[in-house]
Antibody
Framework: EVQLVESGGGLVQPGGSLRLSCAAS????????MHWVRQAPGKGLVWVSR????????NYADSVKGRFTISRDNAKNTLYLQMNSLRAEDTAVYYC????????WGQGTLVTVSA | QSALTQPASVSGSPGQSITISCTGT?????????VSWFQQHPGKAPKLMIY???NRPSGVPDRFSGSKSGNTASLTISGLQAEDEADYFC??????????FGGGTKLTVL
């Protein structure tokens, strides 16, 4: 069974940093593109970033470019999102998701940016 | 990258059919056959319903279908059921090698 479990969310002050993790199981993690998608409370889905299967290619939404870094450790079956210079508007549930579609999503981790 | 345009809400009675539109540009919806549709119930993670314009993942009822014409993609749900009441989002690959979502449509089953 495909499982994606996000962790690392929490309350952080504006300007602070946070690293999210997404532990993958039930499939060959190293074969898939992976995505981060976020959803502010009561709002729609917003794509954040993606990374190819071996980590050599990354893409970002303009709103996070230069502040967020996506990475992966295929030996640990884990996806990461390093978030720096956080702003109030980054407050959201952050989902990791797999591959085309994306077809499988985790349950999300809440990031709150507030003083 | 601007969000794709979806109607804020649609509604229908059980057994009826509804269609949700998703309008983009030639740089996203119109340029690629990488349009997906997601269903999201309150407090839950999104669920993929359609990928690559018209393909259904295993387990998704054939009441759900997708299509595309020009810069507009559409999701049709036939034989509406109460459990179809949810938010629906479209997404598309873009010419910038990014992904863009629509603003979402709230489906109400009357």
């Amino acid at each position: 069974e495909v499982q994606l479990v996000e962790s690392g969310g929490g309350l952080v002050q504006p300007g602070g940093s946070l690293r999210l993790s997404c532990a993958a199981s039930g499939f060959t993690f190293s074969s898939y593109w992976m995505h981060w998608v976020r959803q502010a409370p009561g709002k729609g889905l917003v794509w954040v970033s993606r990374i190819n299967s071996d980590g050599s290619t990354t893409n970002y939404a303009d709103s996070v470019k230069g502040r967020f870094t996506i990475s992966r450790d295929n030996a640990k079956n884990t996806l990461y999102l390093q978030m720096n210079s956080l702003r109030a508007e980054d407050t959201a549930v952050y989902y990791c998701a797999r591959g085309t579609g994306p077809g499988y999503w985790g349950q999300g981790t809440l990031v709150t940016v507030s003083a | 990258q601007s969000a794709l345009t979806q109607p804020a809400s649609v509604s229908g009675s059980p057994g009826q059919s509804i269609t949700i539109s998703c309008t983009g540009t030639s740089s996203d919806v119109g340029g690629y056959n990488y349009v997906s549709w997601f269903q999201q119930h309150p407090g839950k993670a999104p669920k993929l319903m359609i990928y690559e314009v018209s393909n259904r993942p295993s387990g998704v009822p054939d009441r759900f279908s997708g299509s595309k014409s020009g810069n507009t993609a559409s999701l049709t749900i036939s034989g509406l059921q109460a459990e179809d009441e949810a938010d629906y989002f479209c997404s598309s690959y873009t010419s910038s090698s990014t992904v863009v979502f629509g603003g979402g449509t709230k489906l109400t089953v009357l």
